[in-house]
T-cell receptor
Framework: NAGVTQTPKFQVLKTGQSMTLQCAQD?????MSWYRQDPGMGLRLIHY???????DQGEVPNGYNVSRSTTEDFPLRLLSAAPSQTSVYFC????????????FGQGTRLTVV | GENVEQHPSTLSVQEGDSAVIKCTYSDSASNYFPWYKQELGKGPQLIID?????GEKKDQRIAVTLNKTAKHFSLHITETQPEDSAVYFCAASRRGRGADGLTFGKGTHLIIQP
């Protein structure tokens, strides 16, 4: 049982480059989300989805896009990377809004130079 | 929106002693309060959670207490062991929100001294 899988684990980008962080879950969870973790800041919500075809913004959405075409996958796109997006990114999923335990992936450490 | 404050930022205790981490929240509509443990290089992992209709919950050496009136909740770890060393995060969310609606505290680095 893989749970929540994130790829890649590490990435270095140049300012202005674009990339997609991948997230997949095999638990048939409806709710998925992306958080970023910065030193001394805890985890902050970027975007979330409560089901296929439905996405919404979290606390810090600027510079990021998401889509949810399937229940399993929730990719996060950086359209034009900036040094301020250097962070560790975590994807999480939960069954729904009643069974609310959130399962996190192992994270993607992104450095923008 | 919700705001979660967590204290202390660093906590060092002797092995075998107890550790207490405290959090306060601002949104009276929040009703789900999980605690996560994060080891170096890994994602957060749920260790215990409590809902607003319960005042205390225990799981072996770990317990969480909730005071809805004061809007604060605490994590208690007894008989600490070296493997308890990690960063601990509290969080809060509302009814109907799962992985999409967690507001986290800034974390507590727990150090267990041998």
């Amino acid at each position: 049982n893989a749970g929540v899988t994130q790829t890649p684990k590490f990435q270095v980008l140049k300012t202005g480059q674009s990339m997609t962080l991948q997230c997949a879950q095999d638990m048939n969870h409806e709710y998925m989300s992306w958080y970023r973790q910065d030193p001394g800041m805890g985890l902050r919500l970027i975007h979330y989805s409560v089901g296929a075809g439905i996405t919404d913004q979290g606390e810090v959405p600027n510079g990021y896009n998401v889509s949810r075409s399937t229940t399993e996958d929730f990719p996060l796109r950086l359209l034009s990377a900036a040094p301020s997006q250097t962070s560790v990114y975590f994807c999480a999923s939960s069954m729904d809004g009643v069974n609310t335990e959130a399962f996190f992936g192992q994270g993607t450490r992104l450095t923008v130079v | 929106g919700e705001n979660v404050e967590q204290h202390p930022s660093t906590l060092s205790v002797q092995e075998g002693d107890s550790a207490v981490i405290k959090c306060t929240y601002s949104d009276s509509a929040s009703n789900y309060f999980p605690w996560y443990k994060q080891e170096l290089g890994k994602g957060p992992q749920l260790i215990i959670d409590i809902r607003s209709n319960v005042g205390e919950k225990k799981d072996q050496r770990i317990a969480v207490t909730l005071n809805k009136t004061a809007k604060h909740f605490s994590l208690h770890i007894t008989e600490t062991q070296p493997e308890d060393s990690a960063v601990y995060f509290c969080a809060a969310s509302r009814r109907g929100r799962g992985a999409d609606g967690l507001t986290f505290g800034k974390g507590t680095h727990l150090i267990i001294q041998p």
